[in-house]
């Protein structure tokens, strides 16, 4: 499955709702998220409005290595 192009940082946090984050603080135009399934883990999310696909990929796979799902499983979960 294909990254999206035009996803922005609130729709992405939004969607990372599903996999138990929420955002803890914002600083100025970026937003912390965090989860407790797995342990505790921690992603920041630039609030643009749209995400870059290089930025984007970063945080799916770091999302992905702590939830222990592949990238293909993950934007599955996220966007289906």
């Keep these: 499955m294909k990254l999206p192009r035009d996803l922005s940082g609130k729709d992405l946090a939004k969607a ?3 996999l138990g ?3 803890t603080r914002q600083t100025s135009s970026h937003m ?3 989860t407790q399934e797995g342990g505790q883990h921690h992603v920041t999310i630039p609030d643009h ?3 870059k696909v290089g930025t ?3 945080i799916l796979r ?3 290595d702590h939830a222990n799902l592949t990238r ?3 934007l599955e979960r996220l966007f289906s």
């Design 16 to 18: 990372l709702g599903q």
């Design 56 to 58: 984007l990929s970063s």
């Design 32 to 34: 912390r998220l965090t």
């Design 21 to 23: 984050y929420h955002v």
């Design 49 to 51: 409005h749209m995400l």
């Design 62 to 64: 770091a999302v992905g």
């Design 72 to 74: 293909d499983e993950l």
